[in-house]
């Protein structure tokens, strides 16, 4: 293994003490079809929560923007985020 970090923690005001292993490195195994299958799955799931994460980072600060230049698509209407942005200013 490419990292091998072996140690024990002792319980306080006991006698115990816990072993602690923590082993890391490249995975050298075949995966089984099910695995492949979970595995493709999970990464189509990240991989789709990350992109819907950067859109709405984008958007926000796209609507930071529109807002600090007072920029109106529709009159006397606000999501009330340009407000509670400044709020961390003051």
Same mark, same amino acid.
């Given at each position: 293994? @490419?990292?091998?970090?072996?140690?024990?923690?002792? #319980?306080? %005001?006991?006698?115990?003490?816990?072993?602690?292993? %923590?082993?890391?490195? +490249? *995975?050298?195994?075949?995966?089984?079809?099910r695995e492949k299958a979970v595995s @493709? !799955?999970?990464?189509?799931?990240? !991989?789709?929560? /990350? &992109?819907? %994460?950067?859109?709405?980072?984008?958007?926000? #600060?796209?609507? =930071?923007? +529109?807002? @600090? =230049?007072? &920029? *109106?698509? /529709?009159? *006397? %209407?606000?999501?009330? &985020?340009?407000?509670?942005? +400044?709020?961390? /200013?003051?």
């Open positions: 293994h @490419a990292v091998d970090i072996r140690t024990t923690l002792p #319980v306080p %005001f006991t006698r115990w003490r816990y072993y602690l292993v %923590f082993l890391m490195g +490249k *995975n050298r195994r075949e995966l089984s079809e @493709a !799955l999970a990464s189509a799931a990240l !991989l789709s929560a /990350f &992109i819907v %994460f950067c859109v709405l980072l984008g958007l926000l #600060v796209l609507y =930071l923007i +529109k807002s @600090a =230049l007072g &920029i *109106n698509l /529709f009159d *006397n %209407f606000s999501l009330g &985020i340009w407000s509670e942005f +400044k709020k961390l /200013f003051e």
